[in-house]
């Protein structure tokens, strides 16, 4: 689910990018919110960083007497992407395994769904395995799977989420 999130942040401008002229000062706060924005990639409260919508206020710069540095507190608007539990979303299978799939959806990279939580499907090995079910109906590599998030698990040392995820449940699995 895409959530907005207010977040004020502090942000870090090197003395080399700081110019008397208000525009460019605050062209460089932004890039370098932007910079940071990225490379924070999520956290466990908001999920996955994707946007920043609106800078709301930029507040007065402080000096950091040991390096130069001033720091300006940021309020900002983004955009977020978190699974909770009991949501149903799509993702597309990218690993076939005789125990289940992993699937992507969105930022979401390691999404986990047993063959246990695909009532009916089976597994048929081969150099490109996948799962049917009766009605021929085929998971495998690069297949769009709709699914039920059973739970999703924070990673700190990633910096990532994971995810268990089901097919049990009406209008859940591979869709055409």
């Known amino acids: 689910m895409f959530l907005k999130v207010e977040q004020q942040w502090?942000?870090?401008v090197s003395p080399e990018k700081l110019v008397?002229?208000?525009l460019m000062l605050q062209k460089a706060i932004v890039?370098?919110?932007l910079d940071d924005f990225a490379s924070?990639?999520?956290n466990k409260d908001f999920g996955y960083f994707i946007n920043v919508t609106t800078v709301e206020n930029i507040g007065d710069g402080k000096v950091?007497?040991?390096t130069g540095d001033v720091l300006f507190p940021v309020s900002f608007s983004g955009i977020t992407f978190k699974m909770f539990r009991g949501e149903i979303l799509r993702g597309v299978v990218h690993k076939?395994?005789?125990h289940g799939v992993f699937l992507k959806c969105g930022p979401v990279q390691n999404i986990y769904l047993?063959?246990?939580k695909m009532p009916d499907y089976k597994y048929v090995p081969g150099e490109n395995a996948f799962f049917m079910n009766d009605k021929q109906s085929r998971i495998e590599k690069d297949v769009v799977v709709r699914f039920i998030v059973i739970g999703t698990k924070w990673m700190e040392a990633e910096r990532e989420f994971q995810a268990l995820v089901s097919l049990e449940g009406d209008y859940l699995g591979p869709i055409s």
Do not use: C, M, P
């Open 20 to 22: 008397a002229k208000g």
């Open 114 to 116: 047993s063959h246990l």
């Open 10 to 12: 502090n942000v870090i």
């Open 64 to 66: 950091r007497h040991s």
């Open 96 to 98: 076939v395994l005789k």
């Open 40 to 42: 924070k990639k999520a």
């Open 31 to 33: 890039v370098r919110l």
